[in-house]
């Protein structure tokens, strides 16, 4: 039998292989929401006597008893595993690996873009702000957009803590904004925040933040419309495998946001015209009022 695990264990990165004394694992369609908490649950058992078997030429024995795979795994000491292949060939096995900072950061970031793919404005903002703080344990999330003069920023959805807060809308100089402020590029402090605020902005923050992360919003027309921010005050650690999500986001947010501008424009346009209309129809209904006595019929005998 080692053979075909040393085998196995030689594709790709796989760490250990699992497997039972039968050579047969019961109800895998759902093992990797088993084993990654952040996934669905699954309600997968092991078969009696499971055992494991890693790169140190060694068959270890698991539990005796069913349990839910994410528990026996944890009982090895291994909070996250992935299972990324399963043999069937003698029975069936599966390859486990342990994966990395930036590949469990990329599948969460994937997660929140599957959640909010089928949303849309303010859902949308809301949704993404929630995702990306309840996913990765981020104190403070907030999506701001730049008013027309571009000093202040209001929030068009903001994770404070553990609850979605009302819209606000803040000066520029009293938050980490203007710092990035008037860049296209992202703006990373992933400990050192501090060393870079003004004293009005230092006074108007929670004392206990020290990262920051930001990603402006940029349009097809290279203008910044607002920004994405995260605020922790831990160190931001493994966030750079996520740039690539943020940017979807941040690409999707200015979608939304232009549309949201186009509408109110448009509502205004509409506002605008009806309000003429009405102004010039009155003034018609007076002028025909004005004239309606001065006009003599005239008669022919």
């Known amino acids: 039998m080692k053979p075909l695990l040393n085998q196995m264990l030689s594709f790709g990165r796989i760490n250990y292989v699992i497997f039972d ?11 990797m929401g088993d084993l990654y908490p952040e996934l669905e649950p699954g309600k997968n058992v092991w078969s009696l006597y499971p055992q494991l078997y890693n790169h140190q030429d060694e068959i270890l024995g698991l539990n005796q008893h069913q349990e839910p795979v994410k528990i026996t795994v944890q009982s090895l000491g291994l909070s996250n595993v992935w299972a990324i292949h399963q043999w069937e060939e003698q029975g069936q096995y599966i390859g486990l690996i342990e994966p990395t900072l930036e590949e469990i950061t990329l599948v969460k970031g994937q997660q929140v873009l599957a959640e909010t793919i089928s949303l849309t404005g303010n859902h949308f903002f809301k949704a993404l702000v929630k995702g990306l703080a309840k996913k990765f344990n981020f104190p403070y999330v907030f999506l701001g957009s730049l008013t027309t003069e571009s000093d202040h920023i209001e929030t068009l959805a903001f994770w404070d803590q553990h609850r979605l807060v009302e819209p606000q809308i803040y000066p520029l100089d009293q938050t980490p904004c203007h710092i990035v402020h008037g860049k296209q590029s992202v703006c990373f402090y992933p400990w050192d925040l501090r060393r870079e605020l003004n004293s009005q902005t230092e006074q108007a923050l929670p004392p206990d933040l020290n990262s920051y992360f930001a990603m402006p919003l940029i349009n097809s027309h290279h203008k ?42 448009l509502n205004l346009i509409k506002t605008t015209l009806a309000a003429q209309v009405k102004q010039r129809t009155e003034e018609l209904n007076k002028t025909n009022e004005y004239l309606q006595p001065r006009i003599t019929p005239s008669c022919c005998d």
């Open 224 to 265: 910044v419309l607002g920004y994405l921010c995260i605020l922790d005050q831990q160190p931001l650690v493994g966030l750079e495998g996520l740039y690539t999500v943020i940017n979807l986001l941040c690409h999707r947010a200015v979608v939304e946001i232009e549309q949201q501008r186009s509408a109110q424009e």
């Open 21 to 31: 004394q039968q050579g047969i694992i019961h109800q895998l369609s759902a093992l």
